[in-house]
């Protein structure tokens, strides 16, 4: 119940997230694929830059969210994450 209202007063359904990951050297190929495998991962973006993948994720509360990010930050082959939890959007 406390969920649903929480939902309600903000106006959202799910909670929302920008992982940003680092690949280490020899493992881009493997993330490519791998990190979409995540609970709740939306979709995983390559990138040249800073950081190697962006990752959306999308989940239902908090706890999914941290085993979501755990699971992406102990992904073989990842160097580094950053999450970047989404406020709000339009």
């Known amino acids: 119940m406390f969920k649903e209202d929480i939902n309600k007063w903000w106006g959202f359904r799910l909670i929302k997230a920008i992982v940003l990951i680092t690949a280490k050297?020899?493992?881009?190929?493997?993330?490519?694929?791998?990190?979409?495998?995540?609970?709740?991962?939306?979709?995983?973006?390559?990138?040249?830059?800073?950081?190697d993948f962006v990752v959306e994720v999308e989940t239902e509360d908090l706890k999914d969210l941290e085993e979501s990010i755990l699971k992406l930050a102990q992904t073989r082959g990842v160097k580094s994450t950053e999450t970047l939890i989404i406020f709000s959007s339009v």
């Open 25 to 51: 050297p020899g493992y881009f190929e493997t993330l490519n694929l791998e990190l979409g495998k995540a609970k709740g991962a939306r979709s995983v973006i390559p990138t040249l830059g800073r950081w």
